[in-house]
């Protein structure tokens, strides 16, 4: 996906570790989001950026934490993972927070907790 | 509590049909009404936007409908091709967070030939 890319696309890790997904953009927007997608709940906000150091949580954010210390970087980490972490992880962009214009994602990490 | 309803049963429809796709909400008062593409294994794309006090949009085959009064969208693509086959989301604001789409969890659509 043009300006944005999500590091690693897969993962499988273990119980108890922690785990840390990257988020990188090249377009210079100011609003960043990690979603997370599982069957049967569709994109659930996890935690979303309105600009460097600042974050907000979204509707399942327990268990995970963010940070963004520069305008392109938006990283999720899990700081235990469990086997409910389980799931595809998508990162999305936008410019501006009136949402008169779409969200560009990224292509999502598929992360397996063990 | 906010709701975002989509038909959670795969749409089939013929190729050269017009497909509907429904997005019902409740408890939202929503600005503008986002719908987005989701093929397997990769993000949702964006497709089409449209404000509350707009009640029709159209892009090329789409046509999108917005409803307040009711509290539904509507979703059409006309002239439907094999290529149209994939999940298609819908998008809103919550009222009082206003900082991220919460989005329904998404039609699958399958034109067949």
């Known amino acids: 996906d043009a300006g944005i890319t999500q590091s690693p696309r897969h993962k499988v890790t273990e119980t108890g570790t922690p785990v840390t997904l990257r988020c990188h953009q090249t377009?210079?927007?100011?609003?960043m989001y990690w979603y997370r997608q599982d069957p049967g709940h569709g994109l659930r906000l996890i935690h979303y950026s309105y600009g460097v150091k600042d974050t907000d949580k979204g509707e399942v954010s327990d268990g995970y934490s963010v940070s963004r210390s520069k305008t392109e970087d938006f990283l999720l980490t899990l700081e235990s993972a469990t086997s409910s972490q389980t799931s595809v992880y998508f990162c999305a962009i936008s410019p501006q927070a009136e949402h008169s214009i779409g969200y560009t994602f990224g292509s999502g990490t598929r992360l397996t907790v063990v | 509590s906010q709701k975002i309803e989509q038909n959670s049963e795969a749409l089939n429809i013929q190729e050269g049909k017009t497909a509907t796709l429904t997005c019902n909400y409740t408890n939202y008062s929503p600005a503008y009404l986002q719908w987005y593409r989701q093929d397997p294994g990769r993000g949702p794309v964006f497709l089409l936007l449209?404000?509350?006090?707009?009640k029709e949009k159209r892009k090329e085959r789409l046509k999108v409908t917005f409803d307040t009064t009711l509290k539904q969208s509507l979703f059409h693509i006309t002239a439907s091709q094999p290529a149209d086959s994939a999940t298609y989301l819908c998008?809103?604001?919550?009222?009082?967070?206003?900082?991220?789409?919460?989005f329904g969890k998404g039609t699958s659509l399958l034109v067949t030939p």
């Open positions: 998008a809103l604001v919550p009222l009082n967070s206003g900082y991220a789409l919460n």
């Open positions: 449209i404000r509350e006090n707009e």
């Open positions: 377009e210079n927007h100011r609003y």
